[in-house]
């Protein structure tokens, strides 16, 4: 077993820091936020990632190849690993250059512990609408609510999905969200951000 890279490790309120700006700059989850200035990486499995990771992250998986092509050409770009032993991709880009690395020790659940969300792919939803998995008495049960406005819900939506728009949702909805808290609830919009 390689020896784990020595990096720098980044706290949670510093994390918020760098993530809190959005972006339009993104038209797939294999690529970084070109307007930010860093490179948030999971190295979690692929149906980890798709299940909840940080709005911005890449998907390098710790299970699979390293590919140095997700990282950015300046290797003076700052990147910030998160998720399962991540050392062994951290060491992998020290080897290739790179020496602004941060390791998000808290992960996910430092994270959510601060009252952040996750973020969710499309191909995890269309796992949750399979038949197998609804018509599962054992599966968890979850809730989608698009929050665009309520034309546009009508001209089409995620097949189950709840019209709440987020422009009366506090309102009218948030004190009819399930009593149970450990239901998943996955909101969606018009994209990435």
Not at 63 to 73: G, N, Q, W
Not at 88 to 93: L, S, T
Not at 167 to 193: H, N, Q, S
Request: glycine share 6%; with cysteine.
């Amino acid at each position: 077993m390689a020896a784990a890279a020595e990096v720098d490790t980044i706290n949670t309120s510093e994390l918020e820091e760098l993530v809190e700006a959005t972006s339009d700059e993104r038209e797939s989850y294999e690529e970084p936020p070109a307007d930010w200035d860093f490179v948030l990486i999971d190295t979690r499995s692929n149906e980890e990632y798709a299940a909840g990771h940080i709005n911005g992250a890449i998907n390098m998986p710790e299970d699979e190849e390293f590919a140095p092509d997700m990282l950015p050409e300046d290797e003076t770009e700052k990147l910030v690993f998160y998720g399962g032993d991540c050392h062994e991709w951290m060491r992998e880009a020290q080897e290739l250059g790179y020496e602004n690395i941060y390791h998000y020790e808290a992960s996910l659940i430092g994270w959510e512990r601060a009252g952040n969300y996750l973020t969710t792919t499309p191909e995890h939803v269309q796992a949750l609408l399979d038949s197998d998995y609804t018509d599962d008495a054992d599966t968890l049960p979850y809730l989608i609510i698009d929050t665009r406005g309520h034309a546009t819900y009508m001209e089409s939506h995620v097949p189950s999905a709840q019209s709440r728009p987020h422009t009366v949702f506090e309102e009218k909805f948030l004190d009819y969200m399930p009593a149970e808290k450990d239901v998943e609830i996955i909101t969606y919009c018009g994209g990435f951000f």
